[in-house]
């Protein structure tokens, strides 16, 4: 029995791998059509919705990607505040969306102190989504630089870039970097996210041998 369970908490370490792979791309294609696209509201709150989710999915395959050999506490919490980074930008871009979608033909300019609050409402959320996804990228960044198939160089970035993106938000706080004419550390964090998902998926047949051949642990059947 004991075997039994080690060997399905194997497959499953491998099956989260691999989503967290194909989420990853799709939150990387996701959030450049966010970046990219403009016209109709509703492709773009699929587009926000499909990018909330994949991003959500692919930290937890990443987490099972950089805990093959031991665990962590620093991507435990990685994990955790990307996701809730994840769930608040969902809330962002569903107040935006539809704040747009009532002020369609209309000027935001003659509605006065109740568009300067509800605008006010969509920025904080979204230099919130930003800290809570910067933290979970700097912490990422911190246990990916002593693993053996991403290393120093990609974690350190990593760290330098989630970093840096907390301090402009912090500089321009209330208002967003990008709202505020600084620099929009967003492309510079995929791009990073989209360096990760490929050394993983180089990595594939690594992270098989050795989840595989890792010696049985007594408490292996735990998925986390």
């Known amino acids: 029995m ?19 792979v194909g989420a ?18 509703r492709i773009a709150y699929v587009g926000a919705s499909v990018f909330s989710v994949a991003l959500g999915l692919a930290s937890y395959g990443l987490y099972q990607f950089l805990t093959i050999r031991r665990r962590s506490a620093v991507a435990q919490i990685a994990t955790v505040a990307t996701i809730v980074g994840a769930v608040v930008f969902l809330a962002m871009a569903s107040i935006q969306l539809s704040v747009r979608s009532e002020l369609s ?9 109740v568009y300067e609050l509800v605008e006010r409402v969509q920025l904080g959320l979204d230099v919130a989504w930003d800290v809570y996804f910067a933290v979970g990228m700097a ?40 709202s505020a004419g600084s620099i929009d550390l967003g492309p510079f964090a995929g791009l990073w996210y ?18 595989l051949n890792a010696p049985v642990a007594s408490d292996e059947s735990e998925a986390t």
């Open 2 to 20: 004991a075997s039994s369970t080690g060997a399905e908490a194997r497959r499953l370490r491998l099956d989260w791998i691999r989503i967290g």
């Open 24 to 41: 990853g791309l799709v939150a990387v294609g996701s959030y450049t059509f966010l970046l990219l696209a403009s016209g109709d509201l």
């Open 105 to 113: 033909g209309v000027d935001p300019t003659t509605l006065g102190t």
């Open 139 to 178: 912490l990422f960044g911190v246990a990916a630089y002593s693993h053996p198939r991403i290393g120093r160089i990609v974690g350190a970035l990593g760290v330098a870039v989630a970093v840096t993106l907390v301090a402009t938000n912090i500089a321009t706080f209330p208002i967003p970097p990008a």
């Open 194 to 211: 989209l360096v990760v998902t490929v050394q993983i998926i180089r990595s594939l047949g690594w992270a098989k041998d050795e989840v």
